[in-house]
């Protein structure tokens, strides 16, 4: 009985081992395997490295800059100053941008808000790749406060040279409900 005992050990003890290592060698494949599946979905790109031909063997396209114009509108009612402290600056494609923005609250309330961003023209949104920006999550404000917000961004060198001005501008909206009254 000891025997056979020593043996079932033997064996499940194989199997273990054998299913550590396969863990392992799973574990140690993720990386590569990760690569390539973000490599054929376009999952967490910046900047696509496979642009067009025409764009990427044309350094007058990819080394022209783009002219940025920064804006921003408050929905009615909703008691916030939204500006850029840069109106307009010129931008090399495939660097990184940083502006930023300086929103008050200019009542006696919280409050809460929203910004979503507009491209113009429209198409230009494809090309812009964010990493940082208020409008990622709601806002709330107290009273009189006034905050700066960096937005960060990446024009993609595989813009169309047709594009060569972006204007980035933000509606901001109340959220009801968020502030106290």
């Known amino acids: 009985m000891a025997e056979s005992s020593r043996a079932d050990n033997r064996v499940l003890l194989l199997k273990l081992g054998v299913i550590a290592c396969v863990m392992f060698a799973f574990a140690w494949a993720l990386i590569p395997l990760y690569r390539v599946i973000c490599e054929v979905t376009g999952i967490n790109q910046l900047v696509k490295a496979d642009a067009p031909a025409a ?4 350094p007058a396209v990819t080394a022209a800059p783009v002219r940025l114009r920064f804006d921003a509108t408050v929905q009615a009612g909703l008691p916030w100053q939204v500006r ?3 109106g307009q600056m010129a931008a090399p494609r495939g660097e990184f941008v940083r502006v930023d923005y300086e929103i008050t609250n200019a009542s006696n309330r919280e409050v809460t808000g929203q910004a979503v961003p507009r491209y113009l023209p429209a198409a230009a949104g494809n090309y812009v790749k964010k990493l940082e920006c208020f409008c990622f999550r709601q806002q709330v ?3 009189g406060e006034t905050r700066r917000f960096p ?3 990446v024009i993609d060198r595989a813009m169309p ?3 060569g001005e972006i204007t980035l501008a933000y509606s901001v909206f109340d959220v009801p409900g968020q502030g106290t009254p």
Do not use: G, M, Q, Y
């Open 55 to 58: 764009v990427a063997s044309d």
């Open 84 to 86: 850029p402290l840069v």
């Open 141 to 143: 404000f107290k009273p």
């Open 151 to 153: 937005v960060v961004f």
């Open 161 to 163: 040279a047709e594009i």
